[in-house]
Structures are given as structure tokens and as C-alpha cells.
């Protein structure tokens, strides 16, 4: 069985087991009555390491354990779709603006300040756009294939569907906007879409699949 796995699993049973203790009544003295005895019981943790050496050997913890891999597998082959996308009806375009405001410090390794907290800053005026990025809906084959076939060197990030199984099918990688944080950055509503560097300002236009012309 797994070290850190098994220690883990420790921790999470005497977690338990202490919040099904915390309402327990307080103790009071009730004085002696009797004979009395040392207490005897096992040591807590002793008796939680035994339990999961036979849920080892009964091959239980190792059906926990594959249970958990295939979920995480699950949701790498199929990562939830991003919320609120639908298919793009008309040719729309408008310009993002990618600055962000320092929350912190940024310090250089010596120390001292390369930009204080509350700096506006434009990345786009230091580090250019090199690549389009396609945002498209994967379970759709019309928009996988308008991305594929995409005349300038881009990089093609999904809002739904499987990565894996277009990068093994098309031989290419596919990225997946995980939580759908780069479509709430820039507001994008439907797919496909592509987004490319204007000035230092960002242009995100919606390409309906109709406008076969689509840039570039």
C-alpha cells in the first residue's frame, strides 16, 4: 500500500472520528465506587492503521484507490464544459484590454521593487501575442475542423469537449479552458471564436460558421 496514501487516510478517519466525539457530554467527578481498574483500549491510531492494513489485504483499499485514479482520469478525458457557450450566430468583433492591477509587490531577487501594488500593467507592451487563439466548441466537428484548418499558426483551446481524444486523433494539441477562466478574462459568450493581438489591446471576433472567410 501507498506510505503517503495510507497516512493520509489516517488523518482523514481521526478527523472524523474527532467531529463524532466533539459533542460528547464534559466529564464530571463522581468520586470512587469500588474497585478500580487502569483503562485499557488501544491506541486510536493503531486501531486506524490496522483497519486499512486489512482493507489492504482484502483488496478493498486497492479498489478505493483505482476508483479514485479512473475519476480523475474521468475528468482529464472529460473536463466539464465551460458555462454559458453557444454556437456564434453573426460576425462580431470587439477589443479586450488585457492590463491587470498589481495586487502585491513585484520584487526583483535582490529585493527591491519592480512594481508596487496598485500598478496598472499591459502585458501586451512587453511580451507580444505570438500566436491566434481559437476557442472552440470540440464536440462540434464543424468548429474543430474550422480550427484545424486555421491559416495562421495558432493555438486551439476548448470550452467542452475531450482534449485527449482530438490530440490523439488529429495529432495536434488541444488545450481546455479549465473552470472557464479565459472566457470570463474576456467575456466570450460563443465559439468559435478567435482572439489576436491589435495595438495593445486584444481583439476577440466571433466567427459564425456560415463566414467561411473568417481571418486570416
Known amino acids: 500500500m501507498n506510505a503517503p496514501f495510507r497516512r493520509a487516510c489516517t488523518a482523514?478517519?481521526?478527523?472524523v472520528m474527532s467531529v463524532l466525539f466533539a459533542g460528547a457530554a464534559s466529564p464530571k467527578d463522581l468520586g470512587v465506587r469500588g474497585e478500580t481498574w487502569a483503562i485499557a483500549e488501544p491506541d486510536l491510531l493503531a486501531a486506524l492503521e490496522a483497519r486499512l492494513l486489512e482493507l489492504e489485504r482484502s483488496g478493498a483499499l486497492a479498489a478505493i484507490e483505482d476508483?479514485?485514479?479512473?475519476?480523475?482520469?474521468?475528468?482529464?478525458?472529460?473536463?466539464?464544459?465551460?458555462a454559458g457557450i453557444a454556437p456564434a450566430t453573426e460576425h462580431r468583433t470587439r477589443l479586450v484590454d488585457p492590463s491587470v492591477v498589481l495586487d502585491r509587490d513585484v520584487r526583483l531577487p535582490d529585493g527591491s521593487v519592480l512594481a508596487a501594488a496598485g500598478t496598472r500593467l499591459n502585458p501586451?507592451?512587453?511580451?507580444?501575442?505570438?500566436?491566434?487563439?481559437?476557442?472552440?466548441?470540440?464536440?462540434?466537428?464543424?468548429?474543430v475542423d474550422w480550427a484545424l484548418g486555421y491559416a495562421a499558426p495558432a493555438t486551439i483551446v476548448l470550452l467542452a469537449g475531450?482534449?485527449?481524444?482530438?490530440?490523439?486523433?488529429?495529432?495536434?494539441?488541444?488545450?481546455?479552458?479549465?473552470?472557464?477562466?479565459?472566457?470570463a478574462r474576456f467575456g466570450l459568450?460563443?465559439?468559435?471564436?478567435?482572439?489576436?493581438?491589435?495595438?495593445?489591446?486584444?481583439?476577440?471576433?466571433?466567427?459564425?460558421?456560415?463566414?467561411?472567410?473568417?481571418?486570416?
Not at 476508483?67 to 465551460?82: D, T
Open 67 to 82: 476508483e479514485a485514479r479512473a475519476r480523475v482520469r474521468a475528468r482529464i478525458e472529460a473536463p466539464e464544459p465551460v
Open 162 to 183: 475531450r482534449p485527449l481524444d482530438l490530440a490523439r486523433r488529429h495529432g495536434r494539441a488541444f488545450y481546455f479552458d479549465q473552470g472557464g477562466r479565459l472566457a
Open 189 to 216: 459568450g460563443a465559439t468559435p471564436a478567435v482572439i489576436e493581438q491589435d495595438g495593445l489591446h486584444l481583439r476577440l471576433t466571433e466567427v459564425p460558421l456560415r463566414d467561411r472567410g473568417g481571418r486570416p
Open 12 to 15: 482523514m478517519l481521526v478527523a
Open 124 to 143: 501586451l507592451a512587453h511580451v507580444p501575442l505570438s500566436r491566434y487563439l481559437l476557442f472552440i466548441d470540440g464536440r462540434r466537428d464543424a468548429e
